[in-house]
């Protein structure tokens, strides 16, 4: 026996809606267009967003025998036809529709998995006009696996520098968009997973991806997201616009507590909080400052480290291409309000300046972006290394750079691992030739293979 679930959900009615109610018996009722289906596929839901023309009443039916998700528009038309939906990877095997009594539009989503759906209407804003966004979140899987957790060598007990990477935008929010059609959504994932496999190559340092491919995070979701894998340091990634082709340079931003540092942090930042009117995420969901949280010290001593290690990659990035500022600027951006994790933004450059959009798309320009912030990163927390990590370890081990002193209980092997080179190269740079060490002994530690 097929069992048969039912939720009706409205929009809520319009301000003027008994106008509207009005006019519609004189005049000949307004149908919505369904313009456009569009679908991203996230780690555990899968998005589908309808572009409308106006607002809609619906209706969602789960069916099981075959599995299927029905979506039911009244006095509706479908414009564009729903064949070319990425569907790779998704629950969703097909999606068809079809006209019922008259006018109303039925689309089913034929499903190869169980899922549960979570549908809200979203009002119109400048960048985008009326839309329905339906997720339909997996049931069968793992449920929502938390990136990372510190990880501790298993030796040593020392733990690495977790280093959350988000890249901005995604999947319904294409953020600045460039000269050919050059999205800052996809130029700044592909700076993210560059810092991300260089950090991943730096022993101490550890890489979290806020996200990994095309899909929205909300901005507080990303926040959560640098919690749960404990970070102790969250960059986001971006690339600026502006309205004159000439304005160039990238800049690094960190909270501002008070007011802006310029107007045109100010600008931005107000341009980059409305990613989540863009991304697709409900009112209620929005972001309740954390006013009180703010004015805690934690906060302030937070801010004085996302300050000094910004000015550090900003030094770095400064070395090869053009600063927007000479200084990090700071503004009241969202995605960097957690009060306990030092948090930085970095405008990678104008995508809106043609020069900079194709360098910005260049592999070789990328790699450099990556190259200067993990540099930077690096650097502080050589020389800021939290209690507990490789890092701090290494500093309080070492007589100078690669200089490592014997303590008591200390083996080659243990040695060779922390360091993350080879036993036996770490015995021929120091002419042993068998495992005995002395406490007190200095070692050189090569560079590694
Ligand atoms: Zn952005």
């Known amino acids: 026996m097929a069992s048969e679930r039912q939720k009706r959900c409205k929009t809520a009615i319009p301000a003027g809606a008994l106008l509207w109610l009005l006019l519609s018996v004189v005049m000949p009722v307004q149908a919505a267009d369904i313009l456009d289906v569009r679908l991203w596929r996230a780690p555990d839901h899968t998005r589908v967003v309808f572009d409308l023309s106006d607002a809609i009443s619906y209706s969602i039916l789960e069916l099981d025998n075959p599995r299927r998700l029905v979506i039911d528009v ?13 569907l790779e990877n998704t629950p969703i095997s097909r999606v068809r529709s079809g006209v019922r009594y008259g006018d109303n539009l039925r689309i089913v989503f034929d499903l190869k998995a169980k899922i549960r759906p979570k549908s809200f209407p979203l ?29 501790v060598d298993q030796l040593s007990n020392r733990r690495d520098i977790i280093v959350a990477i988000d890249a901005g935008h995604g999947g319904e929010d294409p953020g ?4 050919k059609k050059l999205y800052e959504k996809k130029v700044v994932l592909a700076i993210a997973k560059k810092l991300s496999a260089q950090l991943e190559a730096t022993p101490g340092l550890k890489p979290v991806m806020v996200r990994d491919g095309d ?46 540092s310029s107007t045109a942090a100010k600008y931005l930042a107000d341009r980059e909080n409305s990613a989540d009117l863009v991304g697709g995420v409900r009112l209620s969901d929005k972001d309740d400052i954390l006013a009180g949280v703010l004015t805690d010290l934690s906060m302030t001593a937070t801010l004085d480290t996302s300050l000094s290690l910004g000015a550090r990659v900003l030094a770095e990035i400064g070395d090869f291409a053009k600063l927007h500022k000479p200084k990090v600027e700071q503004a009241g951006f969202a995605v960097l309000k ?17 020069t900079e959009a194709s360098r910005l798309n260049t592999s070789s320009y990328q790699d450099k972006m990556a190259g200067a912030m993990h540099q930077g ?27 490592y002193v014997i303590a008591r209980g200390d083996t080659l092997s243990d040695i060779a691992v922390r360091y993350r080179v080879p036993l036996k190269q770490l015995k021929a740079t120091n002419g042993l ?13 090569p560079d590694g293979p």
Do not use: C, M
């Not at 009326?130 to 957790?149: M, S």
């Not at 749960?228 to 502006?242: P, T």
């Not at 957690?338 to 043609?354: A, C, K, M, R, Y």
């Not at 800021?384 to 007589?399: F, I, M, V, Y």
């Open 74 to 86: 009244a006095d509706a038309r479908l414009i564009n036809v729903l064949t070319n939906l990425p």
């Open 123 to 151: 009002e119109p804003n400048e960048r985008t006009g009326h839309r329905l966004v339906l997720d339909l979140f997996d049931e069968d899987i793992k449920g929502t696996e938390v990136p990372a957790v510190k990880s």
């Open 176 to 179: 600045a968009l460039g000269p």
């Open 215 to 260: 899909y929205y995070v909300s901005l507080r979701g990303r926040r959560d997201l640098a919690r749960k894998s404990q970070a102790d340091l969250f960059v986001s990634i971006h690339a600026d616009a502006f309205s004159q082709a000439s304005a160039s340079g990238a800049s690094v931003y960190a909270l501002s507590t008070k007011g802006a």
């Open 338 to 354: 957690s009060p306990d994790i030092p948090s930085i933004l970095v405008e990678t450059g104008f995508i809106s300046n043609p």
């Open 377 to 403: 990163i690096l650097s502080w927390f050589k020389s800021h290394p939290p209690a507990g990590t490789l890092l701090a370890w290494q500093r309080s081990n070492q007589s100078d750079g690669r200089v």
């Open 433 to 445: 030739s068998g495992s005995t060490i002395q406490v007190g002994q200095k070692l050189k530690i």
